[in-house]
């Protein structure tokens, strides 16, 4: 099972679900957590991790070759994201709006703009105690992040059978590289707080996902604190909330030591019972 845990908003709990859910699963079944928040992975700041593999990862991007170029300016009339342009006597690329879609290269009538290899991150494979964990993490100064989760998701299909639950930490927001990360997912948890905030972008994360067409789930952390928005907004659109994560300063000492929870919190470790239980039996 691929199970997806995001939020429409950074620091509603992601990590926190992603890795206590990992470990608490991880007593029972076979279990790979996957970092795909891969401009500021932090899963394993929470993890006793040994590294057991590490390797680059690279996009192609293409390389101006001037000895046959005509300065036909077709590569840019092809480019959709103005990573290819002709300037007087020269072709100039910018790497970090290339999406390695081929076009400019393969449609170029003299071959002057052969795709090269770029490092865009790493990617390591650790173990803990209990369950496999891997990391990606983007080369400072990239700007997509999509290319390399797409990696990152390939690496864990290959590596881990069908019968892992692979649970994926995923990018903050709507954006894209959030549909890359839930895009294949047998279910996603979608994380939220009790707070305006939390309600307006939990809202857009619910509309994206039914855009996509995911079955999805809520999960309200840092329960009892704010207000009933987001309760009487599932309620009204017969939205499962899966669990509450009960707002403990016991919960926020733990977490600001890098520590799990569930195993020292008794409320935690009943509601990710939940969780499971739900999708057990409803996935």
Not at 197 to 209: Q, Y
Not at 235 to 262: H, T, V
């Amino acid at each position: 099972m691929k199970i997806a845990i995001a939020s429409g908003k950074g620091g509603t709990g992601k990590t926190t679900l992603s890795t206590n859910l990992a470990s608490f699963l991880a007593k029972t079944y076979k279990v790979v957590l996957t970092d795909l928040d891969v401009e500021e992975p932090n899963s394993a700041l929470f993890l006793q991790t040994e590294l057991i593999h590490a390797e680059d990862k690279f996009k192609m991007i293409p390389e101006w070759n001037k000895t046959n170029c005509t300065l036909c300016g077709n590569c840019q009339d092809v480019c959709n994201y103005h990573a290819v342009i002709k300037i007087v006597d020269m072709i100039m690329v910018f790497p970090e709006l290339c999406h390695s879609c081929y076009a400019c290269s393969e449609l170029c009538p003299t071959n002057s703009l052969p795709m090269i290899k770029k490092k865009m991150g790493e990617l390591k494979h650790f173990k803990t105690d209990s369950f496999d964990f891997v990391e990606s993490r983007l080369t400072i100064g990239e700007e997509q992040a999509v290319p390399l989760i797409k990696q990152t998701l390939k690496f864990v299909d290959e590596r881990f059978d069908n019968n892992t639950y692979k649970i994926y930490d995923s990018p903050p927001g709507t954006s894209c590289p959030v549909i890359e990360a839930t895009k294949d997912a047998d279910f996603v948890i979608l994380i939220t707080e009790p707070t305006p905030f939390g309600f307006n972008d939990v809202v857009l994360a619910i509309e994206t996902m039914q855009e996509l067409k995911k079955d999805f789930g809520i999960v309200i952390n840092r329960y009892g604190l704010g207000n009933n928005d987001i309760e009487n907004y599932c309620d009204k659109n017969n939205i499962q909330i899966l669990a509450k994560i009960p707002n403990k300063r016991e919960i926020a000492e733990l977490y600001s030591k890098g520590e799990l929870l569930w195993d020292k919190i008794p409320e935690v470790k009943s509601e990710l019972g939940k969780i499971v239980s739900y999708l057990k039996s409803h996935v």
